[in-house]
Nanobody, 124 residues
């Protein structure tokens, strides 16, 4: 059974950092690119970052410099570090898997597997 389980979200103050984790099971994560998306209240889901099976990374321009994606195939896990959090970062954060490369990194429909998401709330 394929599963992606996100964790690490929570309620934090502006300026804080969070490291989100995505635990993968039921498929060979090493053969997949892993992406992170988020959906803020009342908005469409947007792509944030993608890391290919060969560790090439891509970031959405609006968040570049504040986020870092990484993966540990030995642990079947992917991570998203988000720094300098702002209230507008409040969203549900999702991880997803797409075959091998990040070529279609922002196309949700091309991702095969999705997690249920983890809530991040940024407020003072």
């Amino acid at each position: 059974q394929v599963q992606l389980v996100e964790s690490g979200g929570g309620s934090v103050e502006p300026g804080s950092s969070l490291r989100l984790s995505c635990a993968a099971s039921g498929f060979a994560m090493g053969d997949y690119a892993m992406g992170w998306f988020r959906q803020a209240p009342g908005k469409e889901r947007e792509g944030i970052a993608c890391i290919g099976s060969l560790d090439t990374t891509y970031y959405t321009q609006s968040l570049q410099g504040r986020v870092k994606i990484s993966r540990d195939n030995a642990k079947n896990a992917a991570y998203l570090q988000v720094n300098s959090l702002m209230p507008e970062d409040t969203a549900i954060y999702y991880c997803a898997a797409i075959t091998r490369y990040c070529t279609s990194r922002w196309k949700e429909k091309d991702y095969e597997y999705w997690g249920q998401g983890t809530q991040v709330t940024v407020s003072s």
